[in-house]
Structure formats: C-alpha cells, structure tokens
C-alpha cells in the first residue's frame, strides 16, 4: 500500500474506532452519515463495511479497485499527496464520497437470488441479505 495512502487509512480508523466506542450518538449518526450508512443499525457492521475497499488489496485480480480507492484519498486536482498524505479532514470527505459509488458498484455486479432471499457480495463478502415478502391478497 502506498504510503500516503497507508497513512490517511490509519486515520481514518482511528477516528472511526474513537467515534464509534466513545462518541454520542449524533457524532455517530454524523460519522455514519459521512459514508452512506445512516440505515445501518449495528457499529460492528459499518466497522465491517469500511474494511471493503482496503481488503481489495490482497486480491490482486481487485488491486484495480484498490488503486482506485488510494487515487480517490491521495490524488486531489492531479496531485499526489505527501508521504505523509492529506491529513484526517480530506480523507474522511474523500472516503466518504468513495464508498457509495464503491458499494453500489460492488452490490451490482454479485447479486444473486436463492428461493426468496437477495444476497449481495462485495468482494467475497456478504453485503446484504433481503427477503422477499409475499404478496397479500
């Protein structure tokens, strides 16, 4: 992983695990917000759901979606951040505009139906599960 990239991640995740063990709930609701999750009940599943585009980068047939996910934090106006990266305030807005995109691209392309229930992948990972209500008379 880049090293400008590596870097904005971690402080991210930082930020994230401070927000979600020892934030109140609207900086919660804020930070949850921020990615596209306002639905999301459960913190664990938007710890879960936050991992997605960084674990693209062990699958190399994925490190497309990687580089993506490092040019969306580090690459501003056709410039690459520092060794250092851009700090906290712009990866959280460049992470946040990345993952609806990211998730609704990722949901598309691994959608399958067994019987009733819709499940959706994102790189090998389970998204969503939805059950098909049946129809009343």
């Known amino acids: 992983m880049p090293r400008n990239c590596s870097a904005d991640v971690v402080r991210v995740i930082s930020h994230m695990d401070e927000v979600l063990t020892c934030g109140n709930n609207s900086r919660i609701a804020a930070f949850k917000a921020q990615f596209g999750m ?4 459960h913190l664990d599943d938007v710890a879960s759901t936050m991992r997605y585009p960084i674990w693209t980068w062990l699958d190399p047939p994925s490190t497309s979606a990687f ?8 690459v501003e106006d ?6 250092r990266g ?10 946040g505009k990345f993952m609806p995109g990211y998730l609704a691209d990722c949901e598309s392309r691994s959608l399958w139906f ?9 790189d090998g990972f389970l998204v969503t599960v939805t059950f098909r209500l049946p129809e009343s008379d």
């Open 38 to 41: 306002e639905n999301v009940t």
């Open 86 to 95: 851009w700090g906290l305030k712009h990866a959280l807005l460049a992470w």
């Open 67 to 74: 580089q993506g996910f490092c040019d969306a934090l580090e």
């Open 78 to 83: 056709g410039v690459n951040a520092p060794e």
């Open 114 to 122: 067994f019987g009733d229930v819709r499940f959706s992948m994102c």
